[in-house]
Every structure is written in structure tokens, then in C-alpha cells.
């Protein structure tokens, strides 16, 4: 039996198109786990890297940080989670905010400090104080950079949120692992292929949205060059 014939098993299943195990309710519940884990990151990252970027403070400690964050083993942390906290939601909430918080956190530094600073000087000069240069100037000209670091946050997560399924969870991680320990291929490679295609779509989405998040006058000019 080949991919394609597996696959169409797997979307032509009863229990796949209505009820608890279909394929909506499982990619509902994969995106409101991720929605959650991204949203829970931008609060905790995004105002500090802002500020961070703003004032210049603790750059290198953040690069640093960044970096040393992409060795975490993300099941080793769900393991660690669970130990701690028990199984539920926050046994996986924990790993995959500590997953999408680095990229969040750099580009919000790099979004605000890639500000021209003679336009910082002359927000300055016309009486604008440092908290309104920094939502009124800074924000929308690093908007951009913080989009793109939304955009590899969110794919992280979503291909990451497949574990979830290791700790009694929902989500398209279920179809993967429920697949594998009844040899049901056919649920894996399907599963598989939904969250490929899912991480996908959420690329494009913020691509999109980046090419329309410059400001008015940023686009004329890089049309214009």
C-alpha cells in the first residue's frame, strides 16, 4: 500500500470526519494549544525585548540566551513538566513557551533597535517623550522583525505541539502517536501531513502579513529603489 492509498484511507474514515477523534476538532485543539503557548510567550517576551531594545541594556546577554534556548530538548522539558506539575495542559504550555519566547524576545530587540536613530533623535526633538517614541516610532518600523519572529515561533510550535499527544493531550499529535503504537501507518503519515500543511499555511499567513506591516512611507520608498 502506498502514501497516496494510506492517506485516502485516512481522510475517507468515519471517525475522522465527525466526533471527537475528526479532523477538525483534532486541529482546533492543536491551535488553540498553540495559540495559547504563543500568546503566553508574547507576554513574557516581546515587552521585555522591547525595552531591552530600547535602551540597548543586556543585548549580548539575550543573543546568548537565544542561542543556549535551541539546545533545550523539547520532550525532555514535557517530561520534566509533567514531573513537576502533572499531566495537563501546563506539562506542555511550559516547554513550548520556552520554545517560542527566544525568537520572540530577539526579534523584538532587533525590530527596535533597527530604528533609524536620527528618526529617534528628531521623535525626540518635536517633544515626544521615550515611551512614545517607542510605541509610535520604534514599534512600527521594527514591525516587520518582530512579524518574522512570530512567524518562526509559530511554526516551531505548532510542528512542536505534537507531543502534547505523549502526555494524554489532544491536538494532530494524537494521529501520530495513536498510529504508531497500533501500526496504524495510515493515521500516522496522515497526521503527519496535517501538521506539515498546517505549519505551512501559518508560514504564508505571516509572510503575508509582514509585506503589508511597514509603514506607509517605508513602502514607498522600497518600491521606489
Not at 519566547?101 to 523584538?108: D, K, M
Request: proline share 6%; aromatic share 6%; charged share 10%.
Amino acid at each position: 500500500m502506498n502514501w497516496l492509498n494510506w492517506l485516502g484511507d485516512f481522510f475517507s474514515a468515519p471517525d475522522h470526519r465527525s466526533g471527537p477523534d475528526s479532523i477538525v476538532h483534532r486541529i482546533t485543539e492543536h491551535l488553540v494549544l498553540s495559540g495559547e503557548a504563543l500568546l503566553f510567550a508574547a507576554l513574557l517576551a516581546v515587552p521585555l525585548g522591547l525595552l531591552i531594545g530600547y535602551t540597548g541594556r543586556g543585548v549580548t546577554l539575550v543573543t546568548a540566551f537565544a542561542g543556549a534556548t535551541r539546545a533545550l530538548p523539547t520532550l525532555g522539558l514535557v517530561t520534566l513538566a509533567v514531573l513537576l506539575a502533572g499531566v495537563g495542559d501546563t506539562a506542555v504550555l511550559i516547554p513550548l513557551v520556552a520554545l517560542a519566547a527566544p525568537p520572540l524576545l530577539v526579534a523584538a530587540v532587533e525590530g527596535v533597535r533597527g530604528t533609524d536613530p536620527d528618526v529617534r533623535d528628531a521623535a525626540r526633538g518635536i517633544g515626544l517623550t521615550h515611551p512614545q517614541v517607542l510605541w509610535q516610532v520604534c514599534l512600527p518600523s521594527g514591525a516587520p522583525t518582530l512579524l518574522a519572529g512570530f512567524r518562526t515561533a509559530t511554526v516551531q510550535v505548532i510542528a512542536t505541539a505534537t507531543v502534547a499527544a505523549y502526555v494524554g493531550l489532544g491536538g494532530l499529535g494524537r494521529y501520530v502517536i495513536d498510529g504508531l503504537a497500533t501500526r496504524k501507518y495510515a493515521v500516522t503519515v496522515g497526521g503527519a501531513l496535517l501538521v506539515v500543511l498546517l505549519a505551512v499555511g501559518a508560514q504564508l499567513f505571516f509572510a503575508l502579513l509582514a509585506r503589508y506591516a511597514l509603514p506607509p512611507g517605508m513602502r514607498a520608498q522600497r518600491r521606489a529603489r
